[in-house]
């Protein structure tokens, strides 16, 4: 019996080592992406990691300013998806980007609300009513400066109750009923589902945000960053960004 004990603890010895061998030889992909791309971005993480076996790929979601930021001060990072190209540009100058930069997608605006909207909210100029608890982001922030764009197009002066995070705490906002409406991306609507409601903007008010992404100087697996690139542009990227709602000018 003494002797089957040490043979099944010698086997379970090996199991463990030959595990953590197995997540030692993992190669760990770092993409710091816009908090709209998450639910797509899920899925091509997802799919890419099927066709790399041994590929992890790891995301820092948030909003593109931040991650700008971060990249900027020494965060290690190997691709970087912004939702707009300023952020994009800032990581650039700074001379952490890679060669350059491309643009894989595509969104526009609209109006979240309540699902059902309870409040009969029907576009930009209800936005203005002080009974109307709205909230954005700060203008540092994408959705922030896209959104003070459309309003300033419509001629619209809405006065935001509180400046969030990024565009997912907007959604959160709007749909725990902490706030009534907010501006996000047309993609955010879709992935509330049932738990809001859009209320679309206009095509000559709206914006067309371009998302570029790069493969970020000094990377640690810049053969692996680029191949994530070409994903994304490959025609199973595409489908999966054009099933999320994103424009991908194919």
Known sequence: MRRSLLALGTIGASFLLISCA??????VLRVSAASSLTGAFDAIEAEFESENPG????YNLASSSDLARQIIEGSTVD???SADTRNMDKVSTAGFVDGG????ATNSLAIIVASGNPLGISGLADLADESIVFVTCDPAVPIGKYSQEVLTEAGVDAQADSLE???KSIVAKVTSGEADAGIVYVTDVLAAGDAATGVMIPDELNVV???PIAPIAGSKNPDLARRFIEFLTSDAGTR???RFGFGTGR
């Open 55 to 58: 590929v992890d790929v790891q």
């Open 101 to 104: 930069s491309d643009v894989f």
């Open 22 to 27: 197995s997540d030692e030889q993992a190669v």
């Open 79 to 81: 691709v970087f998806a």
């Open 165 to 167: 995070e990024n565009v």
């Open 209 to 211: 945000a371009e998302y």
């Open 240 to 242: 999966i960004l054009q």
